[in-house]
């Protein structure tokens, strides 16, 4: 146990290479923790394809979806940020987004903390473990997670979150009441998890409306969406175009349309589309198209819901291992081990979810 094992990349477009990092000295507020799994997202992607737009110290070690067992604490680190008890063998998670609590956004509208205008993205997942010294980062936050969680599954939180709190803001201003039904408009883990936090939500009626058909709407319907439209591969059938995709959701849903849309990575023309007049639309990502010409006369809201701030992670922690029975999902994830190969696999983007496991023995059932 004398050092650490990462995955670092020298630049973009490198390939992995395993190497040891020294164990750091531990100051009175920091963290020494080893690391059960590791998720694999679309920014880790982005990192190392040299597709991503914010400042980055090379070489690094991705990965901001760890899952951890504490292992040691400097003596001033007693509690999580909600006040729970701290000792080495808790599982804990530390979301990546470290605001600065100083700047406009920060002191003005927390709830948009993933806007801070001087963020610090806490990295290196893709290790056996990990360390963060709390008086170094102040703004940064550890959650401690229900014991009987696996940490397979925390891995999830981050992108569960998302999608949770996406449909959160359509339910705090009255568009999202039981028994709603609502459209899953796109593609990739977070529209495969709003589809659970959707039903865990009340939806009467959820609705995938993506593609492709394997694994992505196969795990949809085992998820529980009830019906699943879209982008086949064109040697299956001909990909409908997008007037084609509305016109069977909007049968699909029946009635007047849908009475929610959370539009993941779609045009967001298209899923304004497929509302009922006076429905609402949660976008969560970029998007393309104009805002359709009957936007106002329908009375339609649109509402904007960027990633996550880390005070919304406790929700999707608490609501994802509550609802870890009902729902498959170790079946979206594919596990890598922490090795050059295994590293090389999961940043293949073959996977719908891949995850690293540093620890498997630790990971849970
Ligand atoms: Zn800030």
């Known amino acids: ?19 040891m990092v020294d164990r750091p000295r531990l100051g009175r507020r920091a963290a020494l923790f080893a690391i059960g799994a590791c998720g694999v997202s679309d920014t880790d992607l982005r990192i190392l394809r040299g597709a991503w737009t914010g400042a ?11 899952a951890c067992v504490l292992e040691e604490m400097g003596a001033d680190l007693t509690e999580d940020s909600l006040g ?30 993933a806007r ?7 990295r290196g997942g893709w290790a056996d473990r990990g360390h963060v010294d709390f008086a170094e980062f102040p703004g940064a936050r550890l959650y401690r997670l229900p014991d009987d969680m696996p940490l397979w599954l925390a891995t999830l939180t981050e992108p569960f979150t998302t999608a949770l709190r996406g449909l959160r803001r359509a339910q705090e201003i009255g568009h999202f009441p039981p028994g709603a039904t609502v459209v899953i408009h796109g593609t990739g883990a977070i529209a495969l998890l709003a589809v659970a936090a959707a039903l865990e939500m009340g939806a009467g009626r959820a609705i995938v409306a993506g593609g492709p058909e394997d694994p992505f709407l196969r795990l949809c319907r085992q998820f529980g969406a009830e019906a699943t439209i879209g982008a086949n591969a064109p040697e299956e059938t001909p990909e409908e175009t997008p007037e084609e995709t509305i016109g069977i959701v909007r049968e699909t849903v029946g009635g007047l349309g849908a009475d929610l849309v959370l539009n993941h990575g779609g045009v967001t023309a298209d899923a304004l589309a497929m509302l009922r007049d006076g429905g609402c639309c949660v976008d969560l990502g970029p998007s393309s198209g104009p805002l359709p010409t009957d936007f106002a006369a329908r009375d339609l ?5 960027g990633a996550q701030a880390p005070a919304d992670v406790p929700a999707g922690i608490q609501m994802l291992n509550r609802a870890r029975g009902r729902y498959p999902f170790l079946k979206m994830l594919t596990r890598h081990p ?18 690293l496991v540093a620890n498997p023995d630790i990971i849970g059932p």
């Open 1 to 19: 146990m004398s050092d650490i094992r990462a995955a670092t990349f020298a630049g973009p477009g490198a390939p992995p290479v395993i190497g």
């Open 56 to 66: 980055l110290s090379w070489p690094l070690t991705p990965g901001h979806e760890a």
């Open 84 to 113: 729970n008890p701290l000792k080495p063998g808790a599982k804990i998670l530390i979301p990546s987004c470290v605001p600065c609590l100083r700047c406009a956004v920060c002191l003005h509208h927390p709830a948009q903390a």
């Open 116 to 122: 801070c205008l001087n963020p610090v993205h806490l």
């Open 301 to 305: 809201t649109l509402i904007g819901s």
């Open 338 to 355: 922490l090795t050059a190969a295994g590293v090389a696999e999961a940043i293949s983007g073959k996977a719908l979810k891949a995850m």
